[in-house]
């Protein structure tokens, strides 16, 4: 019989750190952003108006399985509505629970919601990959409950299938993107020596778990003098609202063994970056750029080229090169994966009650008078890479 155990304190979750740990190296698709050590840089610099809820699900003594969730406010055109979430934010493209079987962990966390207190309008589960690692096991939890809900397209991610040698992959490739990578390489290499460098540590468990302060203040300068520099978004790693935040997850990123840094440098200077976080061959290609005062076109694309070729001979499985930009993305990728959002409107909520009206005639209106618009609760999956993200 499984148990639930509540905490709303970041610092009660030091306890659980060894179960936190032992069950993410048995999850599907566990990436550093479903690590305790993530959640706690993101809590520190992001917890202002919300509300903790990390649910930890026992089996007699053994903790099976655990469910990081938050209660965020937003605001809506009928006023503040609160929705119970994971705590992430979309830095990342996908999230859910912590355990080898998600479908039962999340069962018993949403039966444990619907008896606990409604301090919520919606549950907001994003970022789930129904047709990759998640393997549809939120939808099926969801149905096992009988809660209803909504599915919703949330984002769409480029990723590139690593389990493949070099050539093939760039025999694969459009003879235009051919042509644009192998004319970087031999530009790139006219003006000077050419080095790759890939910095990933092993962790502290394994004696090595340096940040390299000097790569990632390379990384950092090269994104401050590159577009992102003058990016209003808040997300580079040069803005000053977020670069304390990147720089604390650096840190915790390489004391678990996390951090995977790339850096082009040309005749002895930085030219470009790719930054990542690595877990269990998965890669997310959090931030990249180039430095343009360096006049070499094709810097980045030549790293890029060469990290994937790197990534292939050390075995790695996935690179996720993030969502959106596709357009810009497409000489890489060997598939683009969905994400989904699945909501739940509260019963008992007035909020809920009047945006899910809201809803339905938004998409009333949209099929009736529309002939091109998409609903994207009937998005089909088709994605290639389906079998290798499992």
């Not at 030091?14 to 690590?35: C, I, N």
């Not at 039962?104 to 549950?123: F, G, H, K, M, V």
């Not at 302060?213 to 580079?236: F, N, V």
């Amino acid at each position: 019989m499984s148990d639930v155990i509540e905490l709303n304190e970041i610092e009660a979750l030091a306890d659980y750190q060894r179960d936190w740990s032992r069950l993410l190296e048995v999850t599907p698709g566990g990436t550093f952003f479903r690590s305790l050590e993530w959640l706690q840089v993101y809590w520190k610099h992001f917890a202002e108006d919300q509300i903790l809820r990390v649910l930890i699900i026992r089996d007699g003594n053994q903790v099976s399985g655990i469910v990081p969730l938050c209660v965020r406010r937003i605001k809506s055109k009928f006023g503040l509505c609160r929705i119970l979430t994971f705590p992430f934010d979309d830095w990342g493209s996908f999230y859910g629970p912590v355990s080898a079987n998600q479908k039962t962990t999340l069962r018993t966390a949403l039966n444990y919601i619907q008896q606990s207190r409604r301090d919520w309008d919606l549950i907001d589960l994003r970022c789930v990959d129904s047709a990759g690692f998640d393997r549809g096991s939120t939808e099926q939890a969801l149905q096992s409950e009988n809660i209803s809900f909504e599915r919703l397209l949330w984002c769409q991610t480029a990723c590139v299938d690593l389990k493949q040698n070099w050539n093939q992959y760039l025999e694969s490739r459009s003879t235009k993107a051919r042509k644009t990578y192998l004319g970087s390489e031999k530009r790139v290499q006219q003006e000077g020596d050419v080095e790759y460098l890939r910095y990933r540590p092993s962790g502290v468990e394994q004696g090595e778990s340096d940040p390299r302060w000097d790569l990632y203040d390379q990384c950092e300068e090269i994104a401050r003098q590159s577009w992102q520099g003058r990016s209003t978004t808040g997300t580079t790693l040069s803005h000053e609202s977020v670069s304390l935040f990147f720089r604390d997850a650096h840190e915790r990123a390489a004391q678990v063994g996390a951090v995977d840094l790339n850096l082009l440098y040309v005749a002895g200077r930085p030219a470009a970056f790719n930054y990542n976080y690595v877990n269990a061959g998965l890669i997310y290609s959090l931030r990249m750029g180039f430095d343009p005062r360096i006049s070499i076109k094709g810097a980045g694309c030549v790293l890029m080229g060469r990290m994937i070729k790197d990534s292939m001979q050390r075995g790695d499985r996935i690179l996720d090169i993030g969502p959106g930009s596709l357009d810009a993305k497409k000489n890489w990728y060997t598939s683009v994966e969905n994400s989904y959002r699945y909501v739940h409107y509260s019963a008992t909520s007035v909020t809920a009650k009047l945006m899910q009206l809201s809803h339905q005639f938004a998409d009333w209106y949209r099929d009736r008078f529309s002939n091109e618009a998409v609903d994207v609760r009937k998005v089909t999956d088709n994605s290639k890479l389906s079998a290798t993200w499992r």
